[in-house]
Every structure is written in structure tokens, then in C-alpha cells.
């Protein structure tokens, strides 16, 4: 079943530019798809440092204990992703087709074991054809470019409608630096650590250590704050590979940390619009919770409540699906100080209805592509954005023939 | 919009008899809609003791609140239940309303409001126009029957598409007594405690606290064991009334509390069968967890998972997804351990698809209206048998035109 464009799609992609010590290729290994890119190899220069979140599922791919075995180096030298066959819960095979794929790129750049990651995404539980990707890496070691990343982006994704990328550049110590993200969805999106597959890629001169800190920060308020449909995938990985090559000094890095949470924030944004079905973006705003953690949970038990995205879908502005969201979030809340606007419009305060509210005055806001939806729980400053987009008919559809 | 029968509907409804000391009327107060009984009044025998269990939502309903403290007093009198309206997230106003009607209904029966009981169900947010209620309670005592109960059924329901009942009968004492259920669902189910409008009733004579407690049990192992969609209501209330006019002694309540476990379940699987737009009933068992609580986790991690219940909806056999879902539950599971089966047949077994299994053989099974998933986790002792039912097509059509 071909699906159609989604419609929250950006009417343009980016120019990636090229980052010195990164160079990409995809190929046509056949593993699941026909017709288009699944595997992409990047090479890294030599000395390029590495930092990388993963799934907290408990059934992780093997792909993802690979890498964090990987990632105890600090260091990496090529990437091999795959899509269309997710290598989870493949057993000690899986294992092995890992150790495929990562003893060929070691052949190939002279590397060891520990400077190789993988990731693979699709279907979970049948066999990775290993030998199809180890059998093209030569061939695609031969036309690595500086250049490919639309490509790129391209051959990582499964049921995504559009290439998700996002450059951004930052300066540490007066040098320029550039970072360039790429990711994929679509479903199976509740990131518990990342989000299924998102890479990102820069010159700037930086040790695994501080890298791995950055990441793990601006991981936690974007990626870790999107959701599709609440399924946690086996595969969630966000690696994050620093060539070194912009010569910067060490030093401040606050201006790249904002740079970093541009690119992951645009790429978790990309991810949500790109959701399985996606007819409209949701922002959802809770503030007054006991901690920013329990805002999280609270944003999130309304982000994942099929009957309020249900509603979103219809352009129903049926807030009392968010009270009851807010109810069942487990976190503290006061009833009678509960506050909730949609598109800045007070439709809720003090444990009722604001008399003064009338349905006409967000319907315009609830038939657009981009809700606001603002609580206020009324106990604490914590506070939470989360991300999320309606349930529609073709998520079923999308569903319903994944694997036909 | 007419919602269709539920195909899992049964065939005929059960006969409920009569108990001692319990009548029913119903009403159309016009709360809400048009041409249907939407009001159920219960008069109980005095000496009645009640049980109950309610909703854990933080943002419990008027009448949740107000029931919470009748039930101090062991004793009922009166059940006022309307359908249409939750009087949720009202304010002072809604506990206002609840007042009003626990007042009628004392002066109609002569009894203090800590004996009367009511519940509402349908939108959340709208004001109760209680004068509906309390204009229409004194015609309908005059109404009072010992056979009406499935209208009592009908009055109670919303988007349900089949009144819902069960009966059974228990031996106190050499003394036979009768137990009548009657339940709603059927979306925002994912009971907290109880489904959200369940009543039972039976001529036994037990004590409250002996009552509560059997209530708090079984409740715990039927009604918190299903799901429709994940979202628990802001009115789940399951109340449990015994008029004490079987006169049988004090003594051992076991086969009571079997026939009351029987009630439960049969009502808990209706609720379930008539969820929003199923099609199919998922039984899922899963066992080697490390605790019951951990085993209904994992089973309620699969049973609200949106990917797992599309592909049901489809007749897919997609495994991966259960994978995913217990891997994303949170609790103790043994990857390399796990085991999956559907309809008897073995899928998956230490970490990974058993060789022998061809997806024809379970074709059949999926294609059916009684789909069964069984998961073991390998880690321990821990065992439990949730049930939802599969996500289509109509769960989207029912929740985006629900209010209008």
C-alpha cells in the first residue's frame, strides 16, 4: 500500500552542507523493500569521538547491545543502518549478523570492532540477510561522498513519507562548527531513550565524554518528548559522532549544546509529523506539576490517549478526554485548580468550565494542522512540552498491512 | 450516527430473576439523548449492606466523591444512575447536583443520604441538569418492578451496542442465594479499579465489611483485568448491594465469592466484547513473570498497545509487536527466555522464532472472533490473564463524532 505524503510534510528539505571527515553512501540491498535504498555506510575520520542513546526497552535489537558495547570506546569510525528487517529478537543469530556486518567495515577502513556501529529498523523477529549488506559494502566504500545526505535520509526510513534532516551551526572558542542530524519514524514511537533511528554528525572537536553529557541532556527534552502512538520500539538509537575536524580549542561548549538541541528538537518535530497517519502536530504545555518529570507524564498520559487523539483527528475540541487524561496520569494534581486552554483560548479553570468559554472560539484552532493545547495542574512549577499528532484512519490502515 | 451491534454480542440475553428486596424503574429524563431511557432508580430493602470499588483517577466525578462517603456507612437504601452525563470536572456545582438527587431520593424512601447511591456516565465537563433527575424520581417509584432488569441494563448504557447481565447463583449455609449483575462500558475502559458503571445485587445476608472485601478481591482479578482503549474513565464505580433476605446465617461466603467472581467476570468480558468498534476478544495470558502484578503489567503493556491491536483488527500474526510490548512494559523479562504462542501455537521460544513455525498455521485462528496470546517471560512465578479487544476503523469513527 503506497501512503500518501504527509500533509504536515515541509514544503522544502534542507542543504546539507558537507562536514569535514564524514563521507556517506547507500545501496539497494534488497532486504525487505524494492525499488529504493536500504542500507547506508558512513565513514568517519580517524579520531572522531562518539556519544549515542539507546532503547531502555527490554527486549533491545541486537544492534543496540552492539553498540553500546561499541560505545564503552568512545570512538567510531563507520556507521552501517539498514531498513526493513530490525534484527530483534533474532537470538544469538542476530548477534552474529551483527558481527557480520561490523567485521566487513573493519576490513574495509582498517578499524576495530569498537569504532563500528549498526542499527537496523523493520520488521522485528525474522533473520537479518547479513550477507546482503556485507556483500555491497565494498561496492558503496568506493562511492562514499561528502554530499549524500538527502540519500542518506532517505535509505534509513520504513513507513516515513519524507526525508527528516536538520543542520544547524555553532561556534566554539571563535571556530565555526556545523552539525547535521538525520532520523526516521514513523510508528512504534514512544521514545524511551531516542527515537528510533536519528544520527548526527559533526567537525567539531569534542571528547566522547562531554559529548555523551550534551546528548544525554538534549535528548531528554526532545526526542524523550515526542510520541506516535505509545509503543516503545526495540530499536531506538541516537548516535552522535564528533570528526574533530574544525580544529575548534576546547572549551565552552554552551553555544553547540544549543545548536545540538535545535537539530535534535527539528529532527523529534520531523518524527511527530511524519507519525503514522499524522494530520495535525500537537503541542501539549503542562505546567504546575510536582516536577518537570511529572509534567512529562502528565503530557504524555494525554499524548498517548487514543480518545483524546481520536478527538484531535475529528477536530472536536472534547477537553474532558484531557481531564480524564490528567486523572489517570498517576501524577498529583488539584481537581479544582486544573486549567486548560487550547489554541490560547481559557476553556477550564478552577475544577470547571469557564463560563465565559464558547465552543465557536477554537473551533477555527481545532481544524488547523497545529494544536496548542496548555494545562496547569495547579500544585508545583514543574513543567513539560510534549509532542504528539491525532489518531487517524490510516495509522489502522498503515497497521493493519506492515507486514503485507 | 448509529453505532452496529458488536459482533461479539451474545445470541440472547441471560434471564435475570427477581432478588428480595430489590425493585427497578427506568426514565427518559431527556438528559442527554433522544428516545431512550437514560435514568435507572433501585430501591433497596432496608438493612441492605453495600461494597464498593471506584475509579483511582485524580479527577474523580461528583458522584465518585459522594459515594466514597456513603460507603462509610455500609448501608443503602437507593441507586440513582443516569447515562448522558458524568457530572465530571463540574465543580462545586456537580457536587451540588449529586446532593439534589440524594435528597429526592431520601424523601421518596425515608432514609438518610449516607444510604443513597449515584452514579453518572457519558460527557465530561457539562453541568448535570439534575431537575431532570430529581422531576422524574417520584413517577418512577411508583414504577418500581422486581423484573426490570434489562432495561435497568439498557438505561445505563452510552456507546454500548447490547445491554449487559449476568446471574448466578451461590450456597451460604446449606442457603441458596442469587446474585444479578448489570454493567457499561464501552470506551475510556482501562479500569483503575472498576469498570464504569457496574452494579450487583443479591438477596445474601453478609456484613459490608465481609462484602467489601470479596468485592475488592475479585474485582481486582476481572474488572481490572480488561482494557478497551487505556484511557480509565473518571467514573469507573462498581457497587455491590446485598439485601440480606435470603436470611441465610453467617458462615463460610467461598461459594459465594466463586458466583460473585463468575458475575464479575462474565460482566468485565461483556464490557470487553462491546468495546468501541471490536471485533475481535483477546484473551492474553502471561506467565514466568516475576509477580502477578508484574505478569498483568506486561498483559496490559500488550493489551493497550495500539500496534498490537491494529494488526488483530487485520488478522495479522505480527509477534514482533508483542515482543515490543514486553519489552516496553518495564518489568523483569528474560529475552533469551521468552515465549510466545497464539492459538496454541508455538511462535516464539528462547529469544527467538521457533524454526518450526509456519505462519498457515495459525492463519485460521486470527481470522476468528476468540483470538488467544499466550507469553511466558522466564523469570518467575508471576501469572495473569487480561482481555481487550482489537482497534478498527469504528474506534475512530465512535470517538470523533461522540459529542455531536
Same sequence: chains 1, 2.
Avoid at 495535525?280 to 506539576?289: C, F, P, Q, R, Y
Wanted: proline letters at 4%; a neutral charge.
Amino acid at each position: 500500500m503506497p501512503i500518501p505524503l504527509s500533509p504536515l510534510a515541509p514544503r522544502s528539505y534542507p542543504e546539507l552542507p558537507a562536514i569535514a571527515g564524514v563521507r556517506l553512501a547507500v545501496a539497494d540491498a534488497g532486504i525487505r523493500y524494492k525499488d529504493r535504498t536500504d542500507v547506508l555506510l558512513v565513514e568517519l575520520a580517524e579520531g572522531t569521538s562518539a556519544a549515542g542513546v539507546f532503547t531502555r526497552s527490554l527486549t533491545a535489537s541486537a544492534p543496540v547491545l552492539a553498540c553500546r558495547e561499541a560505545l564503552a570506546s568512545g570512538k567510531a569510525r563507520a556507521l552501517v543502518v539498514n531498513s526493513g528487517n530490525s534484527n530483534a529478537f533474532t537470538g544469538s543469530v542476530g548477534i552474529k549478523s551483527v558481527a557480520h556486518v561490523v567485521d566487513k567495515a573493519c576490513a574495509l577502513f582498517g578499524c576495530k570492532a569498537s569504532e563500528v556501529y549498526t542499527a537496523s529498523t523493520g520488521v522485528i523477529g525474522e533473520r537479518l540477510p547479513d550477507d546482503k549488506i556485507t556483500g555491497i559494502l565494498g561496492e558503496m566504500a568506493k562511492s562514499l561522498s561528502e554530499n549524500a545526505w538527502q540519500q542518506a535520509a532517505r535509505a534509513i526510513m520504513t513507513t516515513d513519507t519524507y526525508p527528516k534532516m536538520a543542520t544547524r551551526t555553532a561556534s566554539i572558542g571563535g571556530v565555526t562548527v556545523t552539525l547535521n542530524g538525520i532520523a526516521k519514524g514513523s510508528g512504534m514511537i514512544a521514545p524511551d531513550m531516542a527515537t528510533m533511528l536519528a544520527f548526527v554528525f559533526t567537525d567539531a572537536h569534542i571528547p566522547a565524554s562531554a559529548l555523551q553529557q550534551m546528548l544525554s541532556e538534549t535528548n531528554a527534552t526532545t526526542f524523550n518528548c515526542v510520541t506516535v502512538d505509545g509503543d516503545t520500539s526495540t530499536s531506538d538509537t541516537l548516535l552522535l559522532f564528533a570528526t574533530g575536524k574544525a580544529k575548534n580549542p576546547a572549551g565552552d561548549y554552551a553555544d553547540f549544546k544549543r545548536a545540538l538541541h535545535e537539530v535534535l528538537h527539528e529532527l523529534a518535530l520531523h518524527v511527530v509529523k511524519d507519525g503514522e497517519g499524522a494530520e495535525k502536530l500537537v503541542a501539549i504545555t503542562v505546567a504546575g506539576a510536582d516536577s518537570d518529570k511529572a509534567a512529562r507524564t502528565i503530557g504524555m498520559s494525554i499524548a498517548n490517549s487514543p480518545l483524546v487523539k481520536t478527538a484531535l483527528a475529528a477536530s472536536d475540541a472534547n477537553w474532558g478526554r484531557i481531564v480524564m487524561a490528567v486523572g489517570k496520569a498517576g501524577e498529583k494534581a488539584d481537581r479544582d485548580k486544573l486549567m486548560i486552554k487550547i489554541g490560547g483560548v481559557m476553556i477550564a479553570k478552577n475544577g470547571e468550565a469557564d463560563p465565559a468559554y464558547r465552543e465557536a472560539q477554537i473551533a477555527p484552532h481545532m481544524q488547523g494542522r497545529d494544536i496548542k493545547i496548555e494545562v496547569d495542574v495547579g500544585i508545583g512549577a514543574g513543567k513539560a512540552t510534549v509532542y504528539t499528532c491525532d489518531l487517524t484512519h490510516a495509522y489502522i490502515d498503515i497497521n493493519g498491512s506492515y507486514r503485507t
